[in-house]
C-alpha cells in the first residue's frame, strides 16, 4: 500500500483541488448567471485572483518537494508507469514544477487580467471596437510572455512552446506544424473540389423557423439519449457554448439557440455533450480530485466532443434515428423536410467566417490561420494592432472569404481575451484523434451505424468509456492514440472520413 508520504501528498493535492473546482464554478457562473454591469465583473475578478492566489499557494506549499522527493525514490510506487500512483505523481511533479517558477503576484495579475479583458473582449465585440480591445490583447500577450520566461523552453524551442505545454503536455509549435502540413496538403484540395462541386448539398434543414422552447427540450433529448446524465450534470445557455463543472457528478454544458439554427444548436449540443460524457465518466471514487481521475489534456477531450458531434452527429445513420424524432417536436414545421435535407443539411461545406460555425472540412483551416498568428504574437513578430489586417489577408489566402469587420474577424473568439495561448491546436489534433479513434472503434463493433440508425448509442459509449474515459489521465493524446488504435496519430483517418462522407454528398464519387 502507498506509503505515508503519499498519502500526505494525497490529501494536500485533493484539498486544492476542491479550491480549483470553485474557482471554475465562479467562471461558469460568470458566462451564464452573473449580472454584466460593471460592479459584478469587477468583484468576480476579485473573487477569481484570490482564489488563484490560495490554489497557487497550496500548488508551491514548501512540503510538497519533501514529499514528492520520498515518493519518487520508493520504486513500488513508479514500477508501472500507467498506474495510479506513478501517474499521480508524474502530474504533481509537472505541475508542481511550472508553479514553482512563477511568482505569485504574477498569478493573481494574470487572474485578475483575463477576468477583465473577457468582459472588455465581450463589449468591444459586442460594438465592433477592437480599439477598446487592443490594450487589454497587448496585456495579455504581455503576461503570457512574462508566465513563459518564468517556465523557459529549449534552445531549438519558443516561447509559445511552454504556454502549449500546459494545455496538452509535451506539444511544441515544431510538432504541430509537422501534424498540420499533411492534414493542410490534402485538405486544401479537398475544399476546393467540394466548394466547385456542381452538385450541392440541400441547405433547406437550416432555412426553417423553429420555436426556441420546442429546440431547447429536442436537444435535452438527444443527448440524454445518447447517455448525457442530466442528474448529474446541467445544460444552460452563453454566447460561446462549453463544458464545464466541478467534478464527475457536477457537469455543466452550455449550447446556444437561434430560430433558423436548430442545426447550429444540435451540432454544437452535441459536441458539448461529448466533454460531458467524458467528465462524467472518469474514473472515481478514491481518485476523484486526483490528477489519475482527470481528464487526459485538452487534445483528448476535443477528440471526445469531435467524435460525437462528427463521427455520430453528422452521420446518415444518426438522422435515421433523429428524423423523425425531429417531426415529433416540431411537428408540421418540418413536415417538409426529408431525412436527406436534414443528413445533407448537417454537411454542407461553405468556406466562412466564423470558427465556431464552420463545417467539417475548413474548421481545421480556422485552427491553421490562429496557430500561426497566435505563434507570432506571442514571439513577438506581431503586434497586436496589426492583428485585424493580418487576420483578414489570412482568410482571404486559406478560405477565399473577405472579413467584413473585427468582431466576425480576429475578435470572434474569447481564447485570447481570457489567456489561453497555446490551446487552438488542440481542436485540430483532437479532430484528428476522433476520426482515428472511431476507425478502430468501427473494426471492432462493426455494426455501430446499424446501431445508431436505431437510436442505440451504448455500444459506442461503452467503447469509449473503457478505451478513453476510464483512463482518466493516464496517457496523453499521441500516446493514447497509439495505444488504443495500435497507430501513431495520423491525418489519414479523418481525410478518409471527409472524403467517404462528403464527396457522395457534392456528386464527386
Ligand atoms: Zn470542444
Redesign the pocket.
Known amino acids: 500500500m502507498p506509503n505515508a508520504d503519499y498519502s500526505s501528498l494525497l490529501e494536500h493535492i485533493r484539498e486544492t483541488s476542491l479550491l480549483d473546482s470553485t474557482a471554475a464554478l465562479l467562471d461558469w457562473d460568470q458566462e451564464t448567471m452573473m449580472p454584466t454591469g460593471g460592479g459584478a465583473v469587477d468583484y468576480r475578478a476579485r473573487q477569481m485572483a484570490q482564489l488563484a492566489k490560495l490554489v497557487h499557494q497550496r500548488n508551491t506549499d514548501p512540503k510538497i518537494e519533501p514529499w514528492l522527493a520520498a515518493c519518487e525514490s520508493d520504486k513500488t510506487l513508479t514500477a508501472d508507469p500507467t498506474c495510479p500512483t506513478a501517474v499521480n505523481l508524474r502530474e504533481i511533479r509537472h505541475q508542481y514544477d511550472r508553479d514553482t517558477k512563477l511568482p505569485a503576484k504574477l498569478v493573481t495579475e494574470f487572474s485578475h487580467t483575463t477576468s477583465l479583458a473577457k468582459h472588455h473582449w465581450a463589449e468591444a465585440r459586442k460594438n465592433n471596437d477592437f480599439a477598446t480591445f487592443e490594450p487589454w490583447l497587448g496585456k495579455t500577450i504581455e503576461l503570457n510572455h512574462q508566465r513563459a520566461r518564468c517556465w523557459g523552453w529549449p534552445e531549438e524551442g519558443e516561447p509559445w512552446d511552454t504556454l502549449a505545454d500546459g494545455f496538452e503536455p509535451g506539444m511544441t509549435a515544431a510538432k504541430v506544424e509537422k501534424i498540420f502540413s499533411p492534414l493542410r496538403d490534402r485538405l486544401t484540395p479537398l475544399i476546393a473540389d467540394l466548394t466547385e462541386a456542381e452538385t450541392r448539398p440541400s441547405d433547406r434543414f437550416n432555412q426553417v423557423k423553429l420555436p426556441l422552447d420546442e429546440q431547447r427540450r429536442f436537444v435535452r433529448e438527444v443527448i440524454a439519449q445518447i447517455g448525457f446524465q442530466f442528474n448529474r450534470g446541467r445544460l444552460d445557455e452563453s454566447t460561446h457554448p462549453f463544458?464545464s463543472g466541478t467534478h464527475r457528478d457536477d457537469v455543466r454544458l452550455t449550447t446556444r439557440f437561434h430560430e433558423t439554427m436548430l442545426n447550429d444548436a444540435l451540432g454544437s449540443t452535441l459536441?458539448?455533450s461529448g466533454?460531458g460524457l467524458y467528465e462524467q465518466n472518469l474514473p472515481d471514487g478514491e481518485h476523484l480530485n486526483t490528477p489519475y481521475g482527470s481528464a487526459a489534456g485538452l487534445a483528448v477531450?476535443?477528440s471526445q466532443?469531435?467524435l460525437i458531434e462528427n463521427q455520430l452527429g453528422r452521420s446518415h445513420a444518426f438522422w435515421t434515428w433523429c428524423h423523425p424524432k425531429l417531426r415529433e417536436y416540431f411537428g408540421t414545421k418540418v413536415a417538409d423536410l426529408s431525412l436527406d435535407d436534414c443528413y445533407q443539411g448537417a454537411n454542407r461545406v461553405t468556406p466562412g467566417l466564423i470558427r465556431v460555425e464552420a463545417d467539417e472540412a475548413t474548421y481545421n483551416l480556422h485552427i491553421m490561420i490562429r496557430f500561426e498568428l497566435e505563434r507570432a504574437l506571442v514571439r513577438g513578430d506581431l503586434s497586436p494592432s496589426d492583428l485585424p489586417g493580418v487576420w483578414q489577408e489570412k482568410y482571404a489566402a486559406y478560405l477565399g472569404v473577405e472579413v467584413p469587420d473585427n468582431a466576425r474577424g480576429c475578435m470572434q473568439d474569447i481564447h485570447w481575451s481570457m489567456g489561453a495561448m497555446g490551446y487552438f491546436p488542440t481542436?485540430t489534433i483532437?479532430t484528428m484523434l476522433a476520426a482515428q479513434l472511431f476507425e478502430t472503434a468501427l473494426e471492432q463493433i462493426p455494426d455501430l451505424f446499424e446501431q445508431f440508425s436505431r437510436g442505440q448509442f451504448d455500444a459506442l459509449t461503452g467503447w469509449l468509456n473503457r478505451n478513453v474515459h476510464r483512463r482518466g489521465r493516464t496517457y496523453y493524446a499521441e500516446e493514447l492514440c497509439e495505444t488504443v488504435t495500435g497507430q501513431p496519430l495520423s491525418a489519414d483517418p479523418l481525410i478518409r472520413h471527409l472524403e467517404n462522407k462528403l464527396k457522395p454528398l457534392h456528386g464527386l464519387a
Open positions: 463544458c459536441h458539448e466533454h477531450h476535443e466532443s469531435r481542436y483532437g
